[in-house]
């Protein structure tokens, strides 16, 4: 099983970035995905979280009305549209999945049981 996540790069404060993560070896059918990420020098945190349907949504305060997490699940694929980036959004970006079936709004890391390898964002001021 893995969790591809790309789209990383640099943009300035201001602008937009998508974020892909792409699912293989098995589908997440019924299982919450999310979005974490790790500043330099900083413990890793969520940003956001996506039921199946993609009818329920959860966002860290600090992204809230910037950012959107969405999915195609034809395509096994979450996305997190960043918009309005701040250089302190700077960090490495991680999709997740979760390891139970059903729908979780919360923000532990221990729920999620299958993780990306990553992808670096790079906001300049």
């Known amino acids: 099983v893995q969790l591809q996540a790309s789209g990383g790069g640099l943009v300035q404060a201001g602008g937009s970035l998508r974020l892909s993560c792409a699912a293989s070896?098995?589908?997440?059918?019924?299982?919450?995905m999310g979005w974490f990420r790790q500043a330099p020098g900083k413990e890793r945190e969520f940003v956001a979280a996506?039921?199946?349907?993609?009818?329920?949504?959860y966002y860290a305060d600090s992204v809230k009305g910037r950012f959107t997490i969405s999915r195609n699940n034809a395509k096994n694929t979450v996305y997190l549209q960043m918009n309005s980036v701040k250089p302190e959004d700077t960090a490495v970006y991680y999709c997740?999945?979760?390891?139970?079936?059903?729908?979780?709004?919360?923000?532990?890391?221990?729920?999620?049981?299958?993780w990306g390898q990553g992808t670096l964002v790079t906001v300049s001021s």
């Open positions: 996506i039921s199946w349907s993609g009818g329920s949504t």
């Open positions: 070896g098995r589908t997440f059918t019924g299982n919450t």
């Open positions: 997740a999945a979760r390891s139970l079936i059903g729908w979780y709004r919360g923000v532990s890391e221990s729920e999620y049981g299958y």
